[in-house]
C-alpha cells in the first residue's frame, strides 16, 4: 500500500488527472448505457439541425396526397364538424376520382347530431310540444348516408388511443406475425376512442392517430404500433398503405431475422423492422418510426396538398384535381388553426399531423420506388460504434492528456470532437443513418474540462507551495518567476555554475555570553533581516541560516548573468548595512545591542549540484560541492587576514571592473590546489578613483618584493599601504602579512615555495 501512495504521490501530475478521466470515462458510458432523457434531447436536438441542413427531397410522383380541412373549407362550407352527408360527398368523389385509399385522420366518435331525426328531437325537446315533423323523420340519417360511402370504398378511420376504459374496443381486420414480442416494450393504453359502430363497421380498417412527442413537444418518431392491452394495433399510415394493397398481415422482424429472412420467437424480442405487403420500414425497438422530413416549402405544400373544398365546390372543375387523387393513398385531415391539430416538426413550426402521416407513408414508398434516401436508419451498429468511440477515445485522451501542454490537450480534444461530429454527418447526409455523436462528443469533452481544470489546479497548488517555499529564500521578482513557470526549477538536483556566498558573525560566541535567549534572538532579527533584504535585492536563494551565519548562492533556480557581480555588489552593500546598524543601535538604550559588530564573508564562484537534497522525509533546496566548500574555507580566512571579506580566484576573474587586490596565493584546509584570494575595495567607479588606483600599485610591488623574497624592501612599504587601506578598513590586513614577513625572516620558506601560503586552521 505505502508503494502505492508513494507512486501516486511521486506521480501525482499524472495519476490524479488520469484517474478523474477514467471516471468520467465510466460516467459517460454509464449514461450511454441508460440514455438519460437530457443527454437524449441533446441528440434529438442535433439531427433536427441535420434534418434542416439536408431534408429528404421531395418526389411529386409518389402516390400520397393529403385532403386539407383547412380555414377556407371552413369559410366556404361551414363550421366544423361538418355533417357526415358532407363527409360522404367529399368520400364519395374521392372514389370516383379513384383514390386507392382514404385514411381519415379524424375521429367520428360521436352520432351526427345534424341528421334529420335528431334534429326532430331537438325541436321537441325545446318546444315541449309534440310537433309534426314527420318530414324529418323520413330524411336519410347522416350517419347511415356517411357509412353507405366508406362502406363502397377502400377506407380506413382513426381512432384515439386514451388511458381510460371507453367501453369500445377495436379488432384490426388482419394480424401481426413474425415473433412474439416482448409487449412490456411497446407503448400501451387502456382503451380506444374510436369511431360509432356504424362507421367502423363499414370501414375497410381502423387505425389509431396519436403521436409520440419528444419532452420538447416535437414529433420527430411516429408510432407504427401500440397497445390495448395484449392487442396490437397499427397506426393510420400503417394501416392506409396495408389496405392500398390488400395484404393480409403486418410481418413483425428484428434486424437478425429481417437481414436472415428467418422468423423469431424470444420472449424479450425487440424488433426492429416492420414489413407490410411490399413495403418494408424500420423502427426503434418500441416501434418508432423516425420521421425524415421532406422541407416546407409553398412549392411542395401545393403539391402534396388539396383543400377539401376544391373536391366539393361543384363549380371546381374535377379536372383540376383528380389526376392528384386517382390511383394514390389520400389522407383527410384538418389544417385549419381552431382544430388544434397543428404539431411541430424538425422543419417546421407548425405542420398539420395529417402531413406527419402522409409524409411516414412517402418515406416508405419512397425509398422502394427511389432505390433508397428516404429513410432514417439507425442500425444496432451505431450502438456498439458509439460505445467503442467512447471508451477508446476516453481512455485514449485520459492516459495522453497530462502528458500534453494544455494547447496540445485542447487540439486533441477538438480534434476528436470534429472528427466524430464529422463522421456523424457524413452518415447522415450520405446514408441518412443516424449516428449520435452527443455521447462521445460529450464524453471527450467533459474529460478534457476535467482533466484540464485538476491539472490547473495541481499545477496552481504547486506554484503556491513553491511561491510560499521559495518566499524565504529569493526575492519576491523571482518568486513570481519561479510560481509562473516551474519548469525554470528543476527538483532533485542539477549542475549549475553558482556564486556562493558565507556569513558569519565574528566573536558571536562571546556576544553570546553577554546577552539573554530574548536578547540574541533580537539581535539576530535585527542583524539578518536587513542582511536578508540585501541579498534578495541582488537576486540571491537564502540557502539557510546557522545560527548567525547565512548562506546563499547566485544564478539557481533562476538564471543570472550577472551572479558574480551580483555578489560582490551584495558585499560592499552589507558592510555599509552593519556599519548603519552598530551605529544606529550603538546609540540607543532601548535594545541591547553588543557594541561593534563585525562580519566575515566569502564568496566563491563554481560549479555544484543545486536543487531538494535531503531525506525522503525532509529535504531543502540546496547546493553542495567543492566550490561551497571552497568558499566556506574562504569566508573562514577572513578572520585570519582581518579583512571584512573576501573572493575566490573565479569571481574576481568575472569582477575584474571592481575595485580588487589580490591578498594571498593559499592551500586551504583540505585541499592541494592553492586558490588566489582576493579583497573587495569597492564597485567599478572606486576602481577608476586615482586614490585606488595607487593603492593597487603600490599593493602589485609590495607582493612583487614578498614573493620574491625581498623581506625588507616589502616591509619598507606597508606604512604607505595601510595608510592608504585605512580608507577602505583593511589595513588589518597589512598587519597580518608583515608578522608573517618577520617570521620568514626568522625561518625563510623552501626556495621553491612560489608565493604559496598553507594555512593550518579553517
Given amino acids: 500500500m505505502k508503494t502505492i501512495i508513494d507512486f501516486i504521490l511521486k506521480r501525482r501530475k499524472t495519476v490524479i488527472p488520469t484517474v478523474l478521466g477514467l471516471l468520467s470515462v465510466l460516467c459517460f458510458y454509464t449514461a450511454w448505457a ?40 371552413l369559410k366556404r362550407l361551414g363550421q366544423w364538424p361538418w355533417p357526415r352527408t358532407t363527409m360522404a360527398a367529399l368520400n364519395d368523389r374521392l372514389a370516383q376520382a379513384g383514390a386507392g385509399v382514404i385514411a381519415y385522420d379524424i375521429i367520428f366518435s360521436e352520432e351526427d347530431r345534424t341528421s334529420p331525426e335528431k334534429i326532430a328531437a331537438s325541436i321537441r325537446a325545446r318546444s315541449g310540444a309534440d310537433i309534426d315533423l314527420g318530414a324529418l323523420d323520413v330524411l336519410q340519417n347522416h350517419d347511415e348516408a356517411f357509412a353507405r360511402s366508406l362502406a363502397s370504398t377502400n377506407t380506413v378511420l382513426g381512432f384515439f388511443l386514451v388511458h381510460y376504459d371507453t367501453g369500445r374496443t377495436v379488432k384490426p381486420p388482419v394480424g401481426f406475425a413474425g415473433f412474439e414480442i416482448g409487449l412490456d416494450k411497446i407503448g400501451n393504453f387502456q382503451s380506444t376512442l374510436s369511431a360509432i359502430p356504424i362507421l367502423s363497421d363499414a370501414a375497410t380498417g381502423q387505425a389509431f392517430v396519436s403521436f409520440h412527442p419528444t419532452g420538447d413537444g416535437i414529433v420527430r418518431g411516429a408510432p407504427m404500433i401500440y397497445r390495448v392491452g395484449d392487442q396490437l394495433l397499427p397506426s393510420l399510415s400503417l394501416e392506409a398503405m396495408r389496405a392500398v394493397q390488400g395484404a393480409g398481415a403486418y410481418i413483425l422482424s428484428s434486424s437478425q431475422a429481417a437481414n436472415s429472412g428467418a422468423s423469431e420467437s424470444a420472449e424479450n424480442a425487440r424488433f426492429s423492422r416492420i414489413k407490410v405487403g411490399g413495403f418494408e ?11 425524415y422530413y421532406s422541407p416546407q416549402t409553398p412549392e411542395i405544400n401545393d403539391h402534396r396538398m388539396i383543400p377539401a373544398w376544391k373536391i366539393l365546390d361543384p363549380n371546381t372543375p374535377t379536372s383540376e384535381w383528380a389526376d392528384k387523387v386517382a390511383g394514390n393513398i389520400v389522407f383527410i385531415g384538418t389544417g385549419a388553426e ?37 429513410l432514417l436508419k439507425r442500425p444496432f451498429t451505431m450502438d456498439y460504434l458509439e460505445m467503442f468511440l467512447i471508451l477508446s477515445l476516453g481512455l485514449a485522451l485520459a492516459f495522453i492528456l497530462p502528458r500534453l501542454s494544455a494547447a496540445w490537450g485542447a487540439l486533441l480534444s477538438l480534434t476528436m470532437i470534429g472528427s466524430i461530429i464529422a463522421y456523424s454527418w457524413h452518415k447522415f447526409s450520405g446514408e441518412q443513418i443516424l449516428m449520435n455523436p452527443i455521447y462521445p462528443v460529450l464524453c471527450i469533452g467533459t474529460t478534457y474540462l476535467i482533466m484540464t481544470i485538476a491539472s490547473f489546479y495541481m499545477t496552481e497548488t504547486e506554484r503556491s507551495r513553491i511561491r510560499n517555499a521559495f ?44 546577552l539573554t535567549p ?20 541582488m ?49 540607543q538604550d532601548a535594545i541591547k545591542w553588543p557594541g561593534e559588530v563585525s562580519m566575515g564573508i566569502g564568496i566563491n564562484t563554481g560549479i555544484c549540484c543545486v536543487g531538494n537534497l535531503g531525506s525522503e522525509q525532509r529535504f531543502s533546496y540546496s547546493m553542495i560541492g567543492d566550490a561551497a566548500n571552497l568558499a566556506s574555507r574562504i569566508e573562514g580566512l577572513t578572520k585570519q587576514y582581518r579583512v571584512s571579506s573576501l573572493i575566490g580566484n573565479s569571481t574576481a576573474e568575472a569582477v575584474s571592473d571592481f575595485a580588487l587586490l589580490e591578498a594571498d596565493l593559499i592551500k586551504v584546509v583540505g585541499r592541494q590546489t592553492p586558490e588566489r584570494i582576493w579583497i573587495l575595495a569597492g564597485d567599478e567607479a572606486t576602481a577608476q578613483k586615482p586614490k585606488f588606483q595607487a593603492l593597487r600599485k603600490t599593493h602589485g610591488d609590495f607582493l612583487a618584493k614578498f614573493r620574491d623574497g625581498d623581506w625588507d624592501g616589502a616591509l619598507a612599504l606597508l606604512p604607505l599601504l595601510k595608510d592608504a587601506a585605512s580608507h577602505w578598513d583593511f589595513a588589518g590586513y597589512y598587519d597580518v602579512i608583515a608578522d608573517r614577513i618577520t617570521d620568514y625572516k626568522v625561518t625563510p620558506p623552501p626556495a621553491d615555495w612560489g608565493g604559496v601560503h598553507i594555512a593550518t586552521s579553517k
Avoid: C
Fill in 34 to 73: 441508460y440514455k438519460p432523457p437530457t443527454i437524449e434531447q441533446l441528440g434529438n436536438l442535433l439531427f433536427d439541425r441535420y434534418q434542416n441542413l439536408s431534408p429528404r427531397e421531395y418526389h411529386k410522383d409518389i402516390p400520397v396526397r393529403v385532403i386539407d380541412i383547412d380555414d377556407e373549407s
Fill in 281 to 291: 420500414m424500420p423502427t426503434d425497438p418500441d416501434g418508432i418510426f423516425r420521421v
Fill in 338 to 374: 381552431g382544430l388544434k391539430d397543428i404539431v411541430a416538426t424538425p422543419v417546421a413550426a407548425r405542420e398539420p399531423g395529417v402531413v406527419v402521416h402522409a409524409q411516414v407513408v412517402e418515406q416508405v414508398i419512397g425509398e422502394q420506388l427511389k432505390g433508397g434516401g428516404q
Fill in 471 to 514: 518566499s524565504m529564500y529569493l526575492s519576491p521578482t523571482m518568486v513570481k518567476k519561479v510560481s509562473d513557470d516551474p519548469g525554470l526549477l528543476t527538483l532533485g538536483g542539477e549542475e549549475r555554475n553558482i556564486t556562493i556566498l558565507f556569513l558569519d558573525i565574528r566573536s558571536f560566541s562571546k556576544i553570546s555570553e553577554a
Fill in 518 to 537: 530574548q536578547e540574541i534572538t533580537t539581535f539576530l532579527n535585527i542583524f539578518l533581516t536587513p542582511m536578508t533584504d540585501t541579498l534578495q535585492d
Fill in 539 to 587: 537576486k540571491a536563494t537564502i540557502d539557510k541560516y546557522i545560527g548567525d551565519a547565512i548562506v546563499a548562492f547566485w544564478n539557481a533556480p533562476l538564471d543570472d548573468p550577472e551572479h558574480e557581480k551580483n555578489a560582490a555588489r551584495a558585499i560592499l552593500k552589507m558592510n555599509k548595512t552593519l556599519e548603519k546598524l552598530n551605529a544606529d543601535y550603538n546609540a
